[in-house]
């Protein structure tokens, strides 16, 4: 019998950190990385989904992640989870959707190589009442360590996601550019200069240049 709870609390850096390396990642070093929100990207956003049951995979995805994985870059998830920090559900559920998601995505023959998860938030419970955590986007703290441990090119580097604050975490964050999916139409208002926005589209060729 698998002790979820030991297990999810194996991937816990601090109590609203949440990280999992699914696999050796010294190939990706140098190399660009696709990081990518979960909810409104990989699964659709229902709102604080509490089971794998909730998740509804967007199918639209996937082809970016075989991409990514045939040019050696690494995936890797960066998610806001204030649903655990407001009691919602428990790191150990998160997990169990997380496995979910990488069951549904190996189907396709994709992969998902890092996942970071960040429950603070300044409405969580304690301990996860912490407003503006260094790691919850629009901060850049958790695409900062996934792309430590990965070794990547941040200046390569992509972010696709649907909310403003995907693309702001993405700019302080050092890379080259976001896409966004959806239609928040506050989005395309974080481009700047140094840091184009530009919606998911037929086009992807260079999304990883
Ligand atoms: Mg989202």
Redesign the pocket.
Same mark, same amino acid.
């Given at each position: 019998m698998t002790d979820q709870s030991t297990l999810a609390n194996n991937h816990l850096e601090e109590p609203g950190i949440w990280v999992r390396v699914n696999r050796p990642l010294s190939d990706f070093k140098g190399r660009p990385a696709l990081f990518l !929100? #979960?909810? =409104?990207?990989i699964n659709a !956003?229902t709102g604080y989904p509490d089971s794998p049951e909730k998740i509804i995979m967007i199918e639209r995805v996937v082809p970016l992640i075989r991409h990514a994985n045939r040019r050696g870059c690494a995936v890797i998830v960066v998610?806001?989870q204030s649903g655990v920090g407001r009691g919602f559900l428990s790191w150990e559920t998160f997990e169990a959707i997380t496995d979910h998601i990488d069951r549904r995505l190996a189907d396709y023959a994709v992969r998902i190589d890092i996942v970071l998860a960040c429950a603070y938030h300044r409405d969580g419970r304690p301990p996860f009442d912490i407003d503006d955590h260094p790691m919850r986007k629009p901060n850049p703290g958790m695409l900062l360590r996934g792309g430590a441990l990965a070794g990547s090119d941040m200046t390569a580097s992509t972010i696709v =996601? !649907? #909310?403003p604050g !995907?693309m702001i975490a993405g700019r302080r964050a050092g890379l080259k550019c976001g896409w966004f999916a959806?239609d928040d139409p506050a989005i395309a208002a974080t481009a700047d200069s140094t840091f184009p926005v530009r919606p998911l589209g037929s086009d992807n060729d260079d999304l990883l240049a």
């Open positions: !929100d #979960r909810d =409104g990207v !956003d998610t806001n =996601g !649907d #909310r !995907d959806g």
